[in-house]
């Protein structure tokens, strides 16, 4: 059977690191609330030189030396992202240019945190049709740039950084990607949004959020859709080795773990480290979890994400 199988990961983060009390100079905010309502300890914020784009090609060189290849071997690249360099051309474009890549199919996905789930999804079924052969999927951000810093509801609750992963396409009934699946309800789009855009204010805006709401539908609509990908794989929650979820907050992923009776510790958590990265958080803390030897080949991983819109997903994947 036709599936693509994940040969390779890699991530980037800025160079500079902020932990909670630094942002307590900034925002009448405390280390003590931070950690208590999220489990954040730290994000990395992007420089002047550090882009969405230039994260991305960095997570992407790793992913690429991973699974054993060189860059012109990638034949499609997709990028989720909510924080494109531009907004247009599509910063897939412009990684494959700093790549070296000279012909390629290169777009992005705007699914926010979901969008590395989106980003799967979009490949694997490109990868099955036999069309392409390897892809890179990327998810990166920056959202830095489009948070209010005079907001603490929002600004202490989110960082930069990118995760790439290589899949190839490959006869196999051993490995692979086994299922997917993605949901959209665009009736909330209030609990979560940017108050910018070209078509509307003409400015990028800044993000706005109101947290206790899209807390209560992260559990139900994350939990739900684990489930449904299982079902499509024909597997079970005591089938699974991993979960790598989308690291919004601490508290969200232990109430998801409680309510599909999934043992902490086979969560992977990164979002003390890394806060939200929106669209890189999954690939990211994938990443992390493989180079510190959790995940290793064999394994059963899943995958999920929410964000705004809502949308959300699950993906699950033999190693
Ligand atoms: N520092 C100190 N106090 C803060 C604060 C901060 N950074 N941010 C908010 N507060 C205050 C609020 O003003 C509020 O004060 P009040 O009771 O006097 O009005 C109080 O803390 C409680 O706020 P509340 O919003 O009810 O807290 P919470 O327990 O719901 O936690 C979030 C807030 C944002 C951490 C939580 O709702 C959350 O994580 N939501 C999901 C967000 C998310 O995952 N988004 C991305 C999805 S992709």
Not at 52 to 68: E, F, K, N, Q
Not at 130 to 139: P, S
Not at 217 to 241: P, R
Not at 288 to 300: H, S, T
Request: glycine content about 8%.
């Amino acid at each position: 059977m036709m599936r693509s199988v994940l040969t390779g990961t890699g991530s980037a983060l800025p160079v500079k690191r902020v932990s909670n009390a630094e942002l307590a100079e900034r925002v009448d905010t405390t280390d003590q609330w931070i950690v208590e309502r999220t489990g954040i300890r730290f994000r990395h914020i992007a420089g002047p030189d550090e882009t969405t784009a230039t994260l991305a090609a960095d997570a992407s060189r790793a992913a690429i030396a991973a699974a054993g290849l060189a860059a012109s071997d990638i034949d499609l690249i997709v990028l989720a992202t909510a924080t494109p360099d531009q907004t247009f051309p599509a910063t897939a474009t412009k990684v494959q240019a700093m790549l070296g890549i000279d012909d390629c199919v290169a777009f992005d996905v705007a699914a926010v945190c979901s969008g590395f789930l989106y980003a799967v999804q979009v490949a694997d079924a490109m990868l099955r049709t036999g069309v392409h052969a390897r892809a890179l999927v990327i998810g990166a951000e920056t959202f830095s740039r489009i948070l209010d810093w005079e907001d603490r509801t929002t600004c202490v609750l989110f960082g930069d950084g990118a995760g790439a992963v290589v899949l190839e396409a490959r006869d196999t009934d051993t490995r692979g990607i086994l299922a997917t699946k993605l949901h959209a309800d665009g009736r909330h789009n209030d609990l979560l949004y940017v108050d910018g855009g070209p078509s509307t204010t003409g400015t990028v805006g800044k993000l706005r959020m109101k947290g206790r709401e899209v807390f209560r539908h992260a559990v139900v609509n994350l939990a739900a859709v684990m489930g449904e990908s299982l079902a499509l794989a024909g597997l079970t929650i005591a089938d699974v080795d991993w979960v790598v979820p989308h690291q919004a907050n601490a508290r969200i992923l232990d109430a998801t773990a409680r309510k599909l009776g999934l043992a902490p510790e086979r969560v992977v958590v990164t979002v003390d480290r890394h806060a939200n990265t929106s669209a890189a958080s999954v690939p990211l803390a994938l990443d992390v979890a493989v180079r510190d030897g959790r995940i290793k080949q064999g394994d059963l991983v899943v995958l999920e994400a929410m964000g705004g819109g809502f949308t959300w997903g699950a993906a699950v994947i033999r190693i």
